[in-house]
């Protein structure tokens, strides 16, 4: 069952907006977000000790068994957590990691948080766009980033959905939001932002103030700033409020 609170608090927005003669939107970032992606960093990792059981023995194994659910934002920071270390396990690990978390290929692996691909499509059942703004480069993740969501039965349909991704792996995360929000407010009003980010939650509060914006909870990178005020709170898309 959706977050039915959260849902028709979005719902009733999008009404007024309709009113208006205008089209609402609605903004979802991936990673995180919608979808789970640890299992993509468990599945690099072990892909990185294949063939390594002689310079790494035992880590492999050691790998295998720390649930996805238990990794941290950083691999460095797994690897503390679990007491695994070993002479040039810690840059091997990183150079492959680095080399493969961001590429077509792994992106499989991720699943949708619970109750997000519902979610999704009831909102652009009731007529509000859907643009789902990622941090991912669309060179190295476009292909793989398309298949997951078609593959996951997000709404996909190029009338009533729009995929914005970095044009190029360098570029800053935050930059490249910040500069996607004109791209937005040309498609419609925005009615909804969702991000896991808490500086990424920032920036869509204070870009779309009259809209519903959601910070959902989940691991995110460290050092981040303080939350806005207004921001809602989730876990995944079933759940109730937190606060
Ligand atoms: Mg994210």
Redesign the pocket.
Known sequence: MINQHLFDDIIEKAEEVKSKSRRPVAVF?????LFVYTPRVKQVLLDALDGKEDQFPGIKTLIENIPHTSYEYLVVDTLKKYDISMPGLEDHLLTFWERWFFDNKYIKHDYPLPGAVEFVNKLSENGIFIVYLT?RDWPRMGKGTEESLIKSGFPMDKNNSKLIMKPRFEDDNWAHKNRSINEINVLGDVVAAF???PG?ANILADNFPSAVVVMVHNIHSPGAPPLRESLRHIENFNDGYLK
């Open positions: 970032d991936l990673d995180g977000t941090g991000d896991n980010e990424e």
